[in-house]
């Protein structure tokens, strides 16, 4: 091999017995080896060797300057042999510093000329390279060091790669709290090919199926069928079947999802869902849904959804469908149905003149524009005609609830009677009539003009009464009026048969009769004397200060002493008291109207102080409204009210 022209000058001395090696880096690179007295050099060409002898009784160091790790102690006798040493001249001055030169290379060769050896790997061998291949060599024998080398069967119990673990079956990063990517980092795909798939801690933990994929959190975490797909939190987590999918939080969580069953949404079909049964929304078939079942939408099918029944919007048969059902429900309420059938709520109201029909012998929905004739149960409506199936069945139009049947323009009623019938429970209807009413209206006569005689706004003709045997009639009347009947809880102050709030007039010599008029009187009785203006803490007087003579219509209150006007009208007021003498200032005692609120006094008596005057009385005429109140009341100072004392109100019209 070629090599530099001083290939075999000082390059290296090594310094025995510790093998101390001393390398140069230049071939001009001198050696200076400095010593005490008695220290005798000696140079061999022949061995290529310096010996240094110590002829010091006392030991003495040998080190390279500046390198305190390569000082040798030398005893005295021992002797120092440098190798390496051909062409090398030493020598020693008078104070024993010895000097190690190399030959002078002067005229040899300092850059290699030779084009084969420069066009060999050799030249590119730097002396770094060398420092490398001593330490590579330094770790001993490679083969036994169970490198990886380019094979296609790699076996390793462990791997440890840049952050990534391989141990066991396992790939995991080195820190706990770092990602792992599985990435192609470009347009391929990552392909896992095996019979089964998890992705999730302790999913598919347990006898997960053959071919089965369970991602999430303990997602088909037990007993999860063949070909079965979990996708989610404890998706399909208990006895997932076969072909099964549920995806979403807890879906097809318990109990066993059906085979081929589908289950998508938070909790949907979450336990017991059958085989070949659907449900998709947050709850939809929730629990014991029925076999081949189909739930769409929240809470849709939620409990208890009956065989081959179908569901669709939030909480459509919510409840207990009925096996064989449809529910169809964008109400934002629950619609359940009662048994097999189709149920849709709402149905939108469209002014589109159309008919939604139902053909009972094809099973077939559809519409028409228009009905000629149809048959509603046993009511048949044709031709401007609504009447019964059965000409000895009853007709009723009835709005079953608090509602009314209205008809708009004529009504008639021909070859037959009108009847109003059945009991009738309602709130208060006070004026308005709850049986028959007739509702205050505006009617045009768009004819007349001028004076006419009459115009009636209701008007009932004469019947003519016929017999087919001769017959006499002891009362006989167009209009026949029964006075009102007390019921269960009913007090009735006046039952009148007719009542009417306004002028009446009655022509012919049938006679009238009046009922009884509100009115009332009181006199003096119980506590009479001295009576003030806390007489009963409001000065009125009641029951403790007069006896009832007469109440007609128990419009008075004896217990309050409050009277309440029953009709609205005038009423005569009559009020008699008498002096007790009461000499501290006047005194009063008036009758007063709406004390309440209003609080107006319609009648007073007074008495000056220490009055002489006794017995005294006034009245007069009020007019009051329906609820209007009337009260006796000592105003001030004292008054005495004895039997001969009283007060009266009478209803005048």
Do not use: C
């Not at 939080?249 to 069953?261: E, F, I, K, N, P």
């Amino acid at each position: 091999m070629a090599g530099p022209a001083y290939f075999d000058a000082f390059r290296r001395i090594v310094v025995q017995p510790d093998n101390i090696t001393i390398a140069a880096d230049a071939v001009d690179d001198t050696l200076t080896l400095v010593a005490g007295a008695g220290i005798s050099l000696v140079a061999s060409a022949t061995s290529d060797q310096i010996t240094i002898v110590n002829t010091n009784p006392a030991q003495f160091s040998l080190g390279v300057a500046g390198d305190d790790s390569s000082i040798k102690v030398i005893n005295s006798g021992e002797t120092i042999r440098f190798t390496g040493t051909q062409n090398v001249t030493v020598t020693a001055d008078a104070e024993g510093a010895i000097t190690i030169t190399g030959p002078n290379l002067s005229s040899y060769l300092t850059a290699e000329s030779d084009p084969i050896f420069t066009a060999s790997a050799a030249a590119g061998i730097t002396n770094t390279d060398i420092s490398d291949w001593d330490t590579a060599y330094g770790w001993g024998n490679h083969s036994t060091a169970g490198y990886i080398i380019n094979s296609d069967n790699i076996i390793l119990s462990r791997l440890t790669v840049d952050g990534i673990i391989i141990d066991t079956n396992v790939i995991r990063g080195t820190d706990s709290n770092a990602d792992l990517e599985i990435t192609t980092n470009g347009t391929g795909s990552i392909r896992l090919n095996t019979n089964r798939v998890t992705i999730g801690s302790d999913a598919g933990a347990t006898s997960q199926g053959s071919f089965a994929v369970a991602v999430g959190r303990q997602a088909g975490g037990n007993t999860q069928g063949g070909n079965a797909v979990a996708v989610g939190y404890q998706a399909g987590f208990i006895s997932q079947g076969d072909n099964a999918v549920a995806i979403g939080r807890q879906a097809g969580y318990l109990g066993g999802q059906g085979v081929s069953a589908v289950a998508v949404g938070y909790a949907a079909a979450f336990t017991n869902q059958g085989d070949k049964a659907v449900a998709i929304g947050y709850g939809a078939g929730g629990t014991d849904q029925g076999l081949s079942a189909v739930s769409i939408g929240d809470l849709a099918g939620n409990l208890t959804q009956g065989n081959y029944a179908i569901a669709i919007g939030y909480s459509a048969g919510n409840t207990n469908q009925p096996a064989n059902s449809i529910v169809i429900n964008a109400s934002g309420s629950t619609l359940d149905g009662s048994a097999s059938g189709l149920y849709i709520s709402p149905i939108r109201n469209i002014n589109g003149g159309t008919f939604l029909t139902y053909d009972t012998i094809n099973k077939e929905i559809g519409y028409t524009t228009n009905l000629d004739d149809i048959t509603v149960g046993s009511i048949r409506i044709n031709t401007n005609v609504i009447r019964t199936v059965d000409s000895n069945a009853n007709l009723e139009l009835s709005a079953n609830g608090t509602g009314a049947v209205s008809v708009v323009d004529n009504f008639s009623v021909t070859g037959g009677s009108l009847t109003r019938s059945g009991n009738i429970t309602s709130a208060f209807w006070g004026a308005n009539g709850i049986a028959l009413k007739l509702s205050p209206a505006t009617y045009t006569d768009n004819t007349s003009s001028g004076t006419i005689v009459a115009q009636y706004a209701h008007s009932m003709g004469g019947p003519t009464l016929a017999f087919t045997n001769p017959t006499t009639v002891t009362t006989a009347a167009t209009l026949y009026v029964s006075p009102v009947i007390a019921g269960s809880n009913a007090t009735l102050t006046n039952n009148w048969a007719i009542f009417s709030n306004g002028s009446a007039q009655f022509t012919g010599s049938t006679g009238v009769s009046t009922p009884n008029m509100p009115a009332f009187r009181v006199y003096g009785s119980g506590t009479t004397n001295n009576l003030t203006t806390t007489q009963n803490t409001t000065g009125v007087l009641n029951s403790n200060n007069f006896a009832v003579d007469y109440n007609q219509g128990s419009h008075l209150n004896a217990t309050t002493g409050v009277f309440t006007a029953p009709v609205a009208g005038l009423y005569q007021i009559n009020v008699v008291a008498r002096n007790s003498g009461f000499a501290g200032g006047v005194s009063q005692i008036a009758v007063t109207k709406n004390r309440a609120t209003t609080n107006t006094i319609q009648v007073m008596v007074e008495w000056a102080a220490s009055s002489t005057m006794n017995h005294t009385g006034g009245s007069s005429v009020t007019k009051l409204a329906v609820g209007d109140t009337l009260e006796l009341q000592v105003l001030a100072g004292q008054i005495n009210f004895d039997v001969n004392d009283n007060w009266s109100v009478a209803f005048l019209g």
